[in-house]
């Protein structure tokens, strides 16, 4: 890895510098020196992206597009589709195009990212055999769990291994039963018949790995929004591959990654007429 300042172009704003102090240094000449070989770098480009005149070369970061930036939301935008994003399961049948993956994960590159190591991965599903195949075992699964959770020897149990998780779930517990039912009878409540699951996983040593997989799925869910798609964060799909052997070998996710978010995505059937502003939080102010 080398890092290279052309002299002539440089005009010693010293951006480079204040951005990264590892690897660039006010010179002599009041133009920013740089060690060679360069001192530890995560490639996360700021020094490319803010120099003014294009007079770094970093051979790390060679392949790697720096434009300059397109006009930005303003604020009232940005919330707009925020308010108007809902999370959809009703969808048309018409599967993704390869145009429209390739595009929700070119937004998901985007995220911030611990240690810019950017080792997110996606498992894309669109085999409707597999689709289905999910939400049938998770519905098994799900009526096994409300079938059990309805005798008092079993909540017990369950409660003395999940304990304040299994109190935390309490609300959702009524609709276990109907959920599995419906899915087992064929009008699918896991993933909605939807054309599409994007499973993010990152291995499971990654201490970053759960924030990095919510943010790069955070950008799809926006993404989404743009190109006219709809998406749904499925909880109920994450936690079973994690925990079940023939779901992880199903969806091909490696033994040592988690799966840290998944989320379906198709054609929404039908647009919501009102966006919903929810009351801003409360923070703790200290
Ligand atoms: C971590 C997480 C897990 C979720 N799991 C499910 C799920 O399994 N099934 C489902 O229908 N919706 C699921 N949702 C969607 C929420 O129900 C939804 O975001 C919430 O009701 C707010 O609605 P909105 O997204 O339209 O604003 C999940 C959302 C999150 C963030």
């Not at 890092?3 to 510098?17: H, L, M, Q």
């Not at 109907?178 to 699951?197: F, I, N, R, S, W």
């Not at 994007?198 to 926006?222: R, W």
């Not at 070998?249 to 919903?276: C, M, N, W």
Request: net charge neutral; proline share 8%; aromatic share 6%.
């Amino acid at each position: 890895m080398k890092i290279s300042i052309d002299r002539e172009k440089c005009t010693a704003c010293g951006r480079c510098v204040e951005v990264c102090n590892i690897n660039f240094s006010e010179g002599e000449d009041g133009k920013p020196a740089v060690p060679d070989p360069p001192g530890p770098c995560i490639l996360c480009g700021h020094c490319l992206a803010v120099c003014p005149v294009g007079a770094i070369t970093h051979t790390g970061l060679a392949g790697t597009g720096f434009d300059p930036p397109g006009r930005r939301p303003t604020y009232e935008e940005l919330m707009a589709l925020l308010e108007s994003r809902r999370s959809r399961r009703e969808f048309t049948e018409k599967p993704l195009s390869e145009g429209e993956i390739a595009s929700l994960l070119a937004a998901a590159a985007q995220a911030p990212n611990g240690c810019n190591k950017r080792n997110v991965c996606y498992t894309v599903v669109t085999d409707k055999a597999v689709l289905k195949e999910l939400s049938l075992k998770v519905g098994k699964q799900t009526g096994w769990l409300a079938d059990k959770l309805e005798s008092p020897v079993w909540r017990a149990a369950l409660n003395l291994v999940w304990g304040r998780t299994l109190k935390e779930f309490e609300p959702l517990l009524p609709l276990l039963k109907p959920m599995a039912e419906e899915t087992l009878k064929g009008h699918d409540m896991v993933l909605y018949h939807a054309p599409c699951a994007i499973l993010i996983h990152t291995s499971k040593y990654n201490t970053c790995g759960a924030e990095d997989a919510v943010y790069c799925g955070a950008n799809i869910l926006l993404a989404a929004e743009t190109l006219g798609l709809g998406t749904c964060v499925i909880g109920f799909l994450t936690e079973p591959i994690n925990n079940d052997r023939g779901l992880r070998e199903l969806v091909r996710v490696p033994k040592d990654h988690k799966v840290r978010t998944s989320i379906i995505v198709g054609h929404p059937a039908f647009g919501y007429s009102q966006g919903v502003r929810r009351p801003s939080p409360e923070p703790t102010r200290i």
